[in-house]
């Protein structure tokens, strides 16, 4: 049941209506005093629309503006005190994959991920929400300083939420909407290499908003194509019913940019044959006329043809001219490169021979051919045995048709909003049909399944782990595949917490006199050796994604990353253990790793600590030393 107002009406929200109806162009958005979007006029605008001369006011420029742009630059920019947590038991053949599944919120992972996929991902698509007013929209709070953001990572308000209904009432407003997807675009834009390029989903309410912010980001001169999906057959029972969805493609740097064509149509190869036996291959014939430009033909492309076998003299057909100079059709005429027919006294036409075409076909900007929404459902049940876990998948093929025209072996596709999985999904696919090695990186936030709700009643609580256990599936039929037995069918997935470090190593301005005995552990307590070793991959910028071995020496455990078997030629040794002894390091320093870290506190005494750095000067000056 509604409740009644219980105050006088908003006159002032009255008259904006009445405004916008007859000058929408002066209706802008604003935030009031508590914060929150408001419609508002545009005076300036309003003065010129009510007068017959120039208005003198702002400056004019062409830019795309709104409130909260500038929180959106901070929110970018801003440092996170935040880790990446392994969780090996929900991972598959975590040791050895080169697939990452990230769960938490994707700002923030990209934020952890300059690091190490600085300029290294070659191809980006996601499918952010679309502001229709029954989605979320991420809700990132930067307005603090960066010492207490540091403190809390602002991620979340006061309830522990990271998500706020995209309620009808605000689907109006496209602020909320462009703060949060400038951010994500302008960190991951940084991550791409400067021959990747970027695929985005969208529809119409924020196609143009959309285009623009990418226009600033990229550039406009990085703008490829705007493609058009399909995503269903038939419009809803209205006079003018949407069928399509976008994907806009923009690259990093457009004159590096590395696409592909197509594979070739099988089907459509069937046409061409060989009945003369011909030493070229085989071939079709094709048209060997072109139309006249403006409806003049070029005159010396006016020519008689003459059949050698049966000297039947032809000209081009009215409004056309042949397609190539007189010299040269006579030389194709002398090295059979003419089709005359079945009987060989017909009109002369071109033998286009199989083996001088493209490699590829060109992709089409229409994607009608890659699946519907209704395929995307079809093939998430058939997944998950007939039950409905994910209300707007996108179908694999979709993603698949990109990805082709985008990638090739060994590059990394990220996907910040993986929703059902279906970006990894589609990277296994196409490595397994093409022997491929690309690697994916996917970022999920953990969003709580309602009670009741279709995926909640098949027995998932967040929707992360939707899309683990589609990875885990898909990757098993592959694996099962007789194609599909060398395709890295793995991931490992990691976890956004807070620092493993306590608050005094980011703030130790904080922590009174009295409180120093109590801060010489500088480690939480509840974190384990193998958090410390991601924290420090990140921290180092070494790939999160390295196989990783672990042995024990003295009695330690130590962590080997992309070693051999016998732990030489480390990309990183790692030993969180207490009481490490001068043996313990020279017998790492003798195996001569990059880069080497140790706990702060881990020493046997002050004296081991200090000789460190000394012996592997000695033994390995190639080493970087450092401690946590």
């Not at 291959?281 to 006329?289: F, L, V």
């Not at 390295?546 to 030993?575: H, M, R, T, W």
Request: charged share 30%.
């Amino acid at each position: 049941m509604d409740k009644l107002k219980m105050h006088s009406p908003d006159l002032s929200q009255g008259n904006i209506e009445k405004i916008r109806n007859l000058f929408p162009n002066c209706i802008t958005e604003a935030k009031d005093v508590n914060g929150n979007l408001k419609l508002a006029i545009d005076f300036d605008q309003l003065k010129q629309e009510l007068s017959d001369v120039i208005v003198e006011g702002p400056q004019e420029r062409y830019q795309l503006n709104w409130p909260g742009k500038k929180e959106a630059l901070l929110t970018a920019n801003a440092p996170i005190a935040k880790t990446l947590r392994p969780f090996s038991d929900e991972s598959v053949n975590f040791d050895t994959t080169e697939n990452l599944f990230i769960e938490g919120d994707n700002l923030e992972a990209l934020k952890l991920l300059q690091e190490t996929y600085l300029g290294k991902i070659k191809a980006i698509y996601i499918d952010p929400p679309y502001n229709t007013g029954k989605d979320f929209i991420y809700k990132d709070n930067f307005a603090d300083s960066v010492d207490s953001f540091l403190l809390k990572s602002n991620q979340i308000d006061e309830e522990k939420n990271q998500l706020i209904a995209n309620q009808e009432s605000n689907g109006r407003f496209h602020s909320d909407w462009l703060t949060m997807i400038y951010s994500r675009i302008k960190l991951a834009h940084r991550l791409l290499k400067d021959e990747g390029v970027i695929f985005i989903s969208i529809d119409d309410e924020e196609y143009s908003n959309l285009k623009q912010v990418c226009d600033e980001i990229f550039g406009e001169a990085n703008f490829i194509e705007s493609f058009i999906w399909v995503k269903k057959t038939a419009p809803n029972n209205v006079v003018v019913g949407s069928v399509h969805e976008y994907v806009l493609m923009y690259a990093k740097d457009h004159t590096k940019t590395e696409l592909h064509l197509l594979p070739r149509d099988a089907e459509k190869d069937k046409d061409y044959k060989n009945p003369d036996n011909d030493p070229r291959g085989r071939w079709k014939p094709d048209n060997i006329t072109a139309a006249a430009k403006g409806g003049r033909a070029t005159p010396s492309l006016l020519y008689t043809v003459v059949n050698p076998r049966t000297g039947q003299e032809h000209l081009p057909p009215e409004g056309r001219m042949w397609a190539v100079p007189e010299d040269i059709m006579k030389k194709k005429i002398e090295e059979g490169s003419v089709y005359w027919g079945k009987n060989g006294d017909g009109r002369p036409m071109d033998k286009r021979f199989l083996s001088q075409t493209r490699a590829g076909t060109v992709a089409s900007t229409l994607l009608n051919d890659v699946g519907s929404n209704s395929t995307a459902s079809k093939e998430l049940a058939k997944i998950f045995d007939g039950k409905v876990v994910f209300e707007t998948p996108k179908p694999s093929s979709l993603i698949t048709r990109l990805l082709r025209i985008a990638t090739k072996s060994e590059d990394i596709v990220l996907d910040f909003f993986a929703g059902s999985a279906a970006t990894g999904h589609s990277v296994m696919a196409l490595n397994k049909e093409d022997n491929g090695a690309r690697k994916f990186v996917l970022v999920q936030l953990p969003e709580v399944c309602k009670e009741g709700s279709d995926p909640f009643k098949a027995g998932f609580l967040n929707i992360s782990e939707v899309s683990k256990e589609r990875l885990r599936r898909v990757g098993k039929e592959i694996r099962d595949s007789s194609e599909g037995a060398s395709v890295d069918t793995g991931f490992r997935v990691l976890k956004i917490d807070y620092s493993n470090m306590t608050d005094v190593f980011y703030s130790p301005e904080l922590v009174s006199q009295e409180d120093m005995f109590a801060q010489v552990i500088n480690i939480k307590e509840d974190r384990t050796d193998e958090d410390l070793l991601f924290q420090v991959l990140l921290d180092w910028g070494v790939g999160l994604t390295l196989p990783i071995s672990k042995q024990k020496i003295a009695s330690k455990d130590v962590f080997y990353v992309n070693a051999d078997e016998d732990g030489e030629s480390a990309d990183l040794i790692a030993c969180f253990s207490r009481n490490i002894s001068n043996e313990l390091i020279k017998e790492l320093a003798e195996k001569q790793p990059l880069r080497v870290v140790f706990r702060d506190d881990g020493f046997a005494n002050d004296s081991v600590k200090i000789n460190v750095e000394q012996i592997f000067k000695q033994i390995s000056p190639i080493t970087d030393v450092k401690s946590i």
